[in-house]
């Protein structure tokens, strides 16, 4: 069946580490990956994307990596500070735009 | 652009009731996706459309809801009759599609509560 998960409900990390965060998926070819932020109390908002024939994408402190053929994606925050604090989703979307499927999320607290 | 506009923010109603929840994507975008998010399942896409099209309907849950696009800046999602069971948290999101590598812009939701 198809499936995509996030390793942790969970995760708290000392400010000014790097957060790691990671999205299996199984039984889907995702062109893109896509991770997105969310506050409680509003809607996600888009971080970063990867595409299926890209290694690695980076924005400011933010990384991400792919690889197609673990199906995984991490996502990194580096340097995190408190403001980082948020549910982190992952989602993928299929070629041409035929699925669209978040993951679970991570809650990401940061402490100070 | 003022983003996605959802209306209402929040909408308590009895069971059995009608429902109506309304969305305006951002001017442009010619994908419109509607999910709802609880605790137990995460965030589920609904439906969504492509070009005021409806594309792909099978996360409707029941024959109860429904979705509409009239024109490029207006969409309903429908629950007639409501249940308990249907109080979440209801999503819309736009995007340029393809040509944005399908980046969804999400709306504030609408926090929908069915005694």
């Known amino acids: 069946s198809q499936k995509i998960e996030q390793n942790s409900e969970a995760l708290n990390i000392q400010e000014g580490k790097t957060a790691t965060l990671t999205c299996n998926y199984t039984?889907?070819?995702?062109?893109?990956l896509q991770w997105y932020r969310q506050d409680p109390g509003r809607g996600p908002v888009f971080l970063l994307l990867?595409?299926?024939?890209?290694k690695e994408k980076r924005k400011e402190r933010l990384k991400v990596t792919f690889d197609t053929t673990l199906k995984q994606s991490l996502f990194h925050i580096t340097a995190s500070q408190p403001a980082d604090s948020a549910t982190y989703l992952c989602?993928?979307?299929?070629?041409?735009?035929?699925?669209?499927?978040f993951g679970p999320g991570t809650r990401l607290s940061v402490l100070p | 652009d003022a983003g996605v506009i959802q209306s209402p923010r929040h909408e308590v109603t009895e069971m059995g009731q009608e429902v109506t929840l309304r969305c305006k994507p951002i001017?442009?975008?010619?994908?419109l996706f509607w999910y709802r998010q609880t605790m137990m399942r995460g965030l589920e896409l609904l439906i969504y459309?492509?070009?005021?099209?409806?594309?792909?309907d099978s996360g409707m849950p029941e024959d109860r809801f429904s979705a509409k696009m009239p024109n490029a800046s207006f969409s309903t999602l429908k629950i007639q009759p409501s249940e308990p069971r249907d109080s979440a948290v209801y999503f819309c999101?736009?995007?340029?599609?393809?040509?944005?590598?399908?980046?969804?812009?999400f709306g504030p939701g609408t926090r929908l509560t069915v005694t």
């Open positions: 999101a736009s995007s340029y599609g393809l040509a944005g590598a399908f980046e969804q812009y």
């Open positions: 039984n889907y070819s995702p062109a893109y």
């Open positions: 990867i595409r299926e024939n890209e």
């Open positions: 989602a993928l979307v299929t070629v041409y735009g035929q699925n669209f499927v």
């Open positions: 001017s442009g975008h010619d994908y």
């Open positions: 459309f492509n070009n005021n099209v409806p594309i792909d």
